[in-house]
């Protein structure tokens, strides 16, 4: 069974860092892409970053630019998302994904449960 095990969200305030984990089992994804959406309330589902798992190409929302960090530890099945100087509009639900591409992302059936981001000001 696959699953993607988000941790590492929490409460920090406005100009702080947090750092996402998100671990991979049940199955390799050499070929993936692996990501990072998020979700406010009342909101869609938004893109934040990815990563090619076999290359280490990044892949960053021009929101995000500049202040996250997408990284990789290929030997173990994690992907991180290093997140610095917050804002209050950061503040969502993460997503761990991964998908065969960029633009199919958001049809892979590979999410994680999410992970609680919240940014006071």
């Known amino acids: 069974q696959v699953q993607l095990v988000e941790s590492g969200g929490g409460l920090v305030q406005a100009g702080g860092s947090l750092r996402l984990s998100c671990a991979a089992s049940g199955r390799t994804f050499n070929s993936y892409f692996m990501g990072w959406f998020r979700q406010a309330p009342g909101k869609e589902r938004e893109f934040v970053a990815a990563?090619?798992?076999?290359?280490?190409?990044?892949y960053y929302a021009d929101s995000v630019k500049g202040r996250f960090t997408i990284s990789s530890v290929n030997t173990k099945n994690t992907i991180y998302l290093q997140m610095n100087s917050l804002k209050p509009e950061d503040t969502a639900v993460y997503y761990c994904n991964a998908g065969a591409s960029i633009p199919t992302m958001t049809l892979s059936a590979y999410w994680g449960q999410g992970t609680q981001v919240t940014v006071s000001s």
């Open positions: 990563i090619s798992w076999s290359g280490g190409s990044t």
